[in-house]
């Protein structure tokens, strides 16, 4: 079974910290991204990698940095937390294309950030 | 823009009764479709892709695509109160190792 863990089921922060979230995938995919979800707006993508050191933006990186030193590891930043970075972030995996059509995503548990 | 829609619901359905649930996506140059299962305060949870035209079937849920119409279906037979949900549809846009886009969610109330 592919497991994807996060550091931090909930994690509560002040206004202007640099706060860390961690996510770890145990299935050696080649894909990792970031997303949050939060009510009426749904899952949104932040940013994305698809090899080691690699990074892509997503649809809305503004506030936000990522590290892929490693390739089951795939770190989100919040270089200085704001209030409207409350919400809940999921990170998730997937294998590299490789001749396949499709590549389903495999989703941690999720860290519910409130920034304060 | 790319847009994935769905029915907020609440779609309420009896135990037992197949439930319905839609989705319609603009790009029309999208490759493969993902329905995910969500409770409340969880994660999503992979249920079924599809990539080609017609149905997918597996166990009580089958998948549904036609991308003439850029639609996309699942059904859930003999519903249970277990599966009384948040059901996302999902849309590979097919330029690579692009994150997904995601509809909001319809939620699914099954009523014993």
């Known amino acids: 079974d592919v497991k994807v863990t996060q550091s931090s089921r909930y994690l509560v922060k002040r206004t202007g910290e640099k706060v860390f979230l961690e996510c770890v995938q145990d299935?050696?995919?080649?894909?990792m991204f970031w997303y949050r979800q939060d009510p009426g707006l749904g899952l949104r993508l932040i940013y994305f990698?698809?090899?080691?050191?690699?990074?892509e933006k997503g649809d809305i990186p503004e506030g936000y940095s990522v590290s892929r030193e490693k390739k089951e590891r795939f770190s989100l930043i919040l270089e200085s937390a704001s209030t409207n970075q409350t919400s809940m972030y999921l990170c998730?995996?997937?294998?590299?294309?490789?001749?396949?059509?499709?590549?389903?995503?495999?989703f941690g548990p999720g860290t519910r950030l409130t920034v304060t | 823009q790319k847009e994935v829609e769905q029915n907020s619901g609440p779609l309420s359905v009896p135990e037992g009764a197949i439930a319905s649930l839609n989705c319609t996506y603009s790009?029309?140059?999208?490759?493969?479709f993902f329905w995910y299962r969500q409770y409340s305060g969880k994660s999503p949870e992979l249920i079924m892709f599809?990539?080609?035209?017609g149905d997918k079937e597996d166990g009580r849920f089958t998948a549904q695509l036609n991308k003439a119409s850029q639609y996309v279906s699942l059904l859930i037979r003999d519903s249970q109160p277990s599966d009384s949900a948040t059901y996302l549809c999902?849309?590979?846009?097919?330029?690579?190792?692009?994150?997904?886009?995601f509809g909001k969610g319809t939620h699914l109330i099954i009523q014993p």
């Open positions: 299935m050696d995919h080649e894909n």
């Open positions: 999902a849309v590979n846009p097919g330029r690579g190792a692009d994150g997904l886009t």
């Open positions: 998730a995996s997937s294998p590299g294309l490789a001749g396949r059509l499709s590549y389903e995503q495999y």
């Open positions: 599809i990539y080609s035209n």
């Open positions: 790009d029309r140059g999208s490759q493969s």
């Open positions: 990698s698809y090899d080691v050191k690699m990074k």
